[in-house]
C-alpha cells in the first residue's frame, strides 16, 4: 500500500466523520441553549413568568419559595399579572445513613424534601397539571449540637434550592409540551 494511498482514505474518512457530524449536529439542543430552538421553549419561559408562587409552611417553604420565585421570574420579584398558580405542599424526611455504635448516634443522614405542586389557573378551582418532586441533601453529625443542627439547616437549604430547580424543570417541560 503506497502512501498516497493511504493519506486519500485518510482524507476521505475525515471528510465522512466532518459530513456526518454537520448532519447530526442539529439533532439535539443544548440544556441551556437558546429557548427559540426546541418548539415551545419561548412558550414556557413567558408561561413561568406567569406564575404566582403563593407562601409554603415553614422555614424549608420560605426558601422554596423565595428561590422559586428567583427561577420563575429572573430575580424580578413576583409576578406582575399572574395567569397560573403553582401551589406546593412540601414533606421533609430526615434518614440516618451512618450510625456510630459506640455513641449510639447517627453520624451521617440525610435530608429528603418532598414537593407535591398542582398548577392552577387563576380564579378556577381545579388544578390542571399534579406533579411531584424530591432532592435529597446529606451532613454529618457531630458530638457538638449546635454545630450538628447547623449542618442540618444548611442541608435543608441545599435540598430546598435543588427541589425549586426540579419543579422549575418540570413545569418548563409541562409548559413546553402542553398543546395551547
Known amino acids: 500500500m503506497s502512501s498516497a494511498e493511504m493519506s486519500r482514505r485518510s482524507v476521505v ?34 408561561s413561568l413568568r406567569e406564575l404566582d408562587i403563593p407562601e409554603i409552611a415553614g422555614r424549608n417553604g420560605v426558601v422554596l419559595r423565595n428561590e422559586l420565585i428567583y427561577l420563575t421570574q429572573g430575580g424580578g420579584g413576583r409576578a406582575a399579572a399572574p395567569s397560573h398558580i403553582l401551589r406546593v405542599n412540601l414533606r421533609v424526611d430526615t434518614v440516618p445513613l451512618v450510625l456510630n455504635t459506640a455513641a449510639g448516634r447517627p453520624s451521617a443522614q440525610a435530608v429528603t424534601l418532598i414537593g407535591d405542586y398542582t398548577i392552577t389557573p387563576v380564579g378556577a378551582p381545579q388544578p390542571i397539571h399534579r406533579g411531584s418532586a424530591f432532592a435529597t441533601a446529606s451532613f454529618d453529625r457531630t458530638a457538638q449540637r449546635l454545630a450538628s443542627d447547623r449542618a442540618l439547616i444548611e442541608a435543608q437549604e441545599r435540598a430546598a434550592k435543588s427541589l425549586a430547580d426540579t419543579i422549575v424543570t418540570q413545569v418548563a417541560g409541562w409548559y413546553a409540551t402542553r398543546p395551547r
Open 13 to 46: 474518512r475525515g471528510l465522512s466523520v466532518a459530513g456526518l457530524s454537520a448532519l447530526l449536529g442539529g439533532c439535539f439542543t443544548p440544556l441551556y441553549g437558546d429557548p427559540t430552538v426546541v418548539s415551545g421553549g419561548r412558550n414556557a419561559q413567558a
